[in-house]
């Protein structure tokens, strides 16, 4: 393993003008890790990774390499671009191992991060580093969110999540599980018991509806419910399954099917093309998954799914929809069109803004329409990656720190 991460590191050109970083979300300094690893110094790559990424070994992992930075490799115009993710993998894993992070000494001041998935891990790590007392309100019994409950064993081992809590924990980050801000308390409590300031990071884990006759049936469930805890399915999905949608949920959803004892899946696209990764459809296609496209769902029956043909234009957009429709038989229906906020935050506190799509409201800096409270991932975007939710993650952090250092501080210094 170590060979083939060295010799594939010297297939790095340096180039001057690094087009894999200009594709990277991040922005992550790859020309300069793969040097620094290439140079002996394993320990400092592991740094630059992680102080640009605190997730790096996680993304090194379900990033969409293909799209981001090894997409853009010059190497990749005549050749094989250079697999950065692999290089990055084994340099953070085996930091994450040594890892004792520092801390600047404790300023006093309580911060409260709600929700402890991608976003929620940057910002109360990022914040415990620079001295603050943070506490972390998760709604579920660990620390994760879309990385333990919604991306599957197989592509994103749980054992790396874990040691992510190890090291929270370490920093002296306090961690409170089942417990949904909003329901026995709010933030209204949270700034009465001495939080100075509260990030929001509560992800998007609600499912989208299709709103057809028959979604309510037995043998109807929906993805992201699925996918947090496929065990609990097993003896309820039959040999055969369609699946409405074709992003990355659905991909999961149908390798985890198949891993499952579902030997008949087809993923069902309403237009004719997929959403998901190029990675994540062959991998469901060559584990058994068969596409079906240009199929609109218009009801759920005991025996299957009602579909009408549909006609799209060269964007791929919809152009019409058949007024004739015919059965695909299954045992089980997943939905996974997408998904919506965790909200509940959000519409049970005064002051706080949201969009049409039931978004939290930020400024530039992250701020929410009220003062002192903070957003970021999911919450903010959307349903998007994991490196995104990061990068504006450390972003918020940084915002935060900033909003402190001006409302506490410096009326503690007068």
């Not at 010799?7 to 300069?32: D, F, H, V, Y």
């Not at 509560?202 to 028959?214: D, E, Q, R, S």
């Not at 419910?225 to 399915?233: D, I, Q, V």
């Not at 009408?308 to 038989?329: G, I, K, N, W, Y």
């Amino acid at each position: 393993m170590a060979h083939n991460v060295i010799a594939e590191a010297k297939r790095c050109l340096n180039c001057k003008k690094p087009l894999c970083m200009q594709g990277c979300p991040i922005s992550t300094p790859i020309p300069n890790f793969i040097q620094t690893f290439l140079k002996g110094d394993i320990d400092e790559a592991g740094r630059m990774l992680f102080d640009n990424n605190p997730l790096s070994v996680v993304c090194s992992i379900v990033c969409n390499h293909g799209n981001q930075c090894q997409g853009h490799c010059i190497r990749g115009l005549k050749g094989e671009p250079v697999e950065v993710s692999t290089i990055e993998n084994f340099i953070s894993e085996r930091y994450l191992d040594s890892l004792e992070l520092q801390r600047q000494p404790s300023n006093g001041i309580k911060v409260a991060v709600v929700g402890a998935g991608p976003a929620g891990i940057t910002i109360s790590i990022k914040m415990a580093q620079l001295g603050y007392d943070v506490t972390v309100f998760e709604s579920k019994s660990d620390i994760g969110g879309v990385l333990r409950f919604g991306i599957p064993e197989f592509r994103l081992p749980k054992s790396i999540v874990d040691r992510y809590k190890s090291l929270m924990l370490r920093l002296g980050i306090k961690l409170k599980f089942n417990v949904t801000i909003g329901k026995a308390f709010g933030i209204e409590e949270l700034f009465r018991d001495g939080f100075k300031a509260i990030s929001i990071g509560t992800g998007v884990t609600w499912p989208i509806a299709l709103n057809i006759k028959g979604e309510t049936l037995g043998h109807v469930h929906y993805g992201v419910h699925f996918l947090e805890k496929p065990e609990a399915y097993r003896d309820q999905l039959g040999k055969s399954m369609v699946i409405i949608g074709a992003g990355n949920v659905a991909m999961d959803v149908a390798r985890t099917a198949l891993r499952m004892g579902v030997k008949d899946v087809k993923i069902t696209v309403r237009s004719d093309t997929y959403s998901a990764s190029d990675e994540e459809k062959e991998y469901a296609e060559i584990e058994g998954a068969e596409f079906v496209y240009n199929k609109q769902p218009v009801e759920i029956t005991d025996d299957g799914v009602m579909f009408a043909d549909t006609v799209c234009d060269e964007q791929h957009r919809l152009v019409s929809v058949s007024d004739f429709s015919s059965l695909m038989p299954c045992d089980s229906v997943m939905i996974c069109i997408s998904q919506r906020p965790s909200n509940m935050i959000l519409t049970q506190t005064k002051g706080l803004e949201t969009n049409e799509r039931g978004l939290a409201k930020i400024a530039d800096n992250g701020e929410t329409t009220r003062e002192g409270v903070f957003a970021s991932g999911d919450v903010v975007k959307g349903a998007k990656t994991v490196v995104e939710a990061v990068e504006q993650s450390k972003r918020v952090a940084y915002a935060m720190h900033e909003y402190l250092q001006s409302a506490c501080l410096n009326k503690h210094d007068n």
